[in-house]
Nanobody, 119 residues
Framework: EVQLVESGGGLVQPGGSLRLSCAASGFTFGSHDMSWVRQAPGKERDFVAFISMSGGTTSYADSVKGRFTISRDNAKNTVYLQMNSLKPEDTAVYYC????????????WGQGTQVTVSS
């Protein structure tokens, strides 16, 4: 059974930091690209960050560039999202997703973890 389990969300003040984790099982994690995607209330799901299967390539949404860092540990089947200088507009449910390289869609999704940035 394929599972992606996110953790690390919570309530944080503006300017604070959080580190999200996504533990994968049931598929060959090291052969899949991974991304973080978020969905704010009443809005569509938006891309946040991408990391290639080797970890050698990353990309970010303009809104988080310079504040968020995606990384992965293929030995632990885990992808991370370090979020610094958090803003209220970062409030959303954060999902990790996995896909085979060059696939057009993500085939694996986690259940999401809530991040709330508020004073």
């Amino acid at each position: 059974e394929v599972q992606l389990v996110e953790s690390g969300g919570g309530l944080v003040q503006p300017g604070g930091s959080l580190r999200l984790s996504c533990a994968a099982s049931g598929f060959t994690f090291g052969s899949h690209d991974m991304s973080w995607v978020r969905q704010a209330p009443g809005k569509e799901r938006d891309f946040v960050a991408f990391i290639s299967m080797s970890g050698g390539t990353t990309s970010y949404a303009d809104s988080v560039k310079g504040r968020f860092t995606i990384s992965r540990d293929n030995a632990k089947n885990t992808v991370y999202l370090q979020m610094n200088s958090l803003k209220p507009e970062d409030t959303a449910v954060y999902y990790c997703a996995g896909r085979a390289p060059f696939a057009s869609e993500y085939e694996y999704w986690g259940q999401g973890t809530q991040v709330t940035v508020s004073s």
